[in-house]
């Protein structure tokens, strides 16, 4: 099964979960959690596997876990499924 990695700019303690959208090969994110134990990642990756229409267990932090960019592993889809379903084609 194919994977992709991107990488993320992750913004925690925000208003609404969102997908801010591409800016260059980086994705902007916003959640509503606080960066505390692992919460924010874990709200990432429930968002992102939402708007793919994927299961949480194929999209994982590779690193930067403890900051604000992250390199994020999603399985089974290519750079341009997921750029379709995100809103960046």
């Known amino acids: 099964m194919p994977a992709v990695r991107i990488a993320i700019q992750i913004t925690p303690r ?3 979960d969102r997908i ?3 800016s260059g090969e980086e994705l902007r994110v916003r ?3 606080p960066p505390v134990e692992g919460r924010a990642n874990a ?3 429930r968002l992102l596997a ?3 229409g994927i299961a949480p267990s194929r999209v994982r932090v590779l ?3 403890t900051s604000r960019r992250k390199l994020v592993e999603i399985e089974g889809l290519s750079l341009d499924e ?3 379903r995100l809103g960046g084609a």
Do not use: D, Q
């Open 14 to 16: 925000a208003a609404a």
């Open 20 to 22: 801010e959208g591409w």
């Open 31 to 33: 959640v509503t959690v």
């Open 43 to 45: 709200a990432l990756v």
């Open 50 to 52: 939402r708007a793919l």
């Open 63 to 65: 690193a930067g876990a």
């Open 82 to 84: 997921v750029k379709v």
